[in-house]
């Protein structure tokens, strides 16, 4: 399998604190992969250098053969290549759903806007919000306009996606319906780096965990073998902590 990204020896600090202390570590096209590990060590920090929301200090980052941190590369084409889904769900509150995700393949792609119509009804169908087309944020559920972002994400038909934290500013009762978009997408091969703390999605769905402390990856396999046989004492004490 070819590789969809590629850290090598990434280094990165703010001021005095090293916050991605060489990181060398592969997602296969079609992996899902689940980053985890305690606040603070490094995990959305690592995936923002993906499409460069971050400056690395070292290293090399790239995304399906492409150094994203050279100085040539071009930064709109990087960003729209790639899906980014926040905790935040970033959603122009003016726009209905519909519009929200027919916004960036028009302005970006150039695509029509019968055609767009077309994708973004599709898009919302997929992740269960047909009926919601015409519904502005506002009069949505958080799990709802997650879901919007989601499909907004899906419209540029990235090769990649990634995930911070996707449910962490949902009501407990709204996780779940977030989750199941995210596992059927991974059921439908997209490529997906996670950062969640959901580690009953880790466990069904992720194809490898990666383990972050303090900016290192200090465990890297299977979900069975990482909650089973975690080696490292941190990752021990992390799952004992979940538990
Ligand atoms: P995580 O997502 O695992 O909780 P982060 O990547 O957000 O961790 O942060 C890792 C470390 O980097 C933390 O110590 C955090 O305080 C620090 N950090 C993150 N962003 C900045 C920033 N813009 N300036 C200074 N320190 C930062
Ligand atoms: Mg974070």
């Not at 003016?94 to 806007?113: E, F, I």
């Not at 941190?234 to 799952?239: C, L, Y």
Request: glycine share 8%; proline share 5%.
């Amino acid at each position: 399998m070819t590789s969809m990204l590629e850290f090598i020896q990434v280094r990165k600090s703010f001021g005095a604190t090293t916050v991605i202390d060489g990181i060398t570590a592969e997602v296969k096209a079609g992996e899902v992969v689940v980053v985890c590990g305690p606040s603070g060590s490094g995990k959305s920090t690592l995936i923002r250098t993906v499409n460069r929301l971050e400056a690395i200090d070292s290293g090399t980052i790239r995304v399906n053969g492409n150094d994203v941190h050279a100085p040539g590369t071009d930064l709109n084409r990087l960003r729209t290549g790639i899906g980014f889904v926040f905790q935040q769900f970033n959603l122009f509150p003016h726009l209905s759903a519909l519009d929200n995700v027919m916004l960036a393949p028009m302005q970006v792609r150039g695509t029509s806007k019968s055609e767009a119509r077309e994708m973004a009804q599709a898009l919302l169908a997929r992740v269960g919000l047909a009926e919601k087309a015409e519904r502005f944020p506002g009069e949505l559920s958080g799990g709802q306009q997650q879901r919007v972002a989601i499909a907004r994400t899906l419209a540029m038909q990235p090769p990649l996606i990634l995930f911070d934290e996707p449910t962490s500013a949902l009501d407990p009762e709204m996780v779940g319906e977030v989750l199941a978009v995210m596992k059927d997408l991974a059921r439908q091969g997209m490529t997906m780096v996670c950062v969640t703390h959901e580690m009953g999605f880790a466990r069904e769905v992720a194809d490898t965990v990666w383990f972050l402390d303090a900016g290192r990856v200090l465990e890297r396999g299977t979900p069975d073998a990482f909650f089973q046989t975690p080696q490292h004492p941190r990752a021990q004490k992390f799952i004992a902590d979940i538990r």
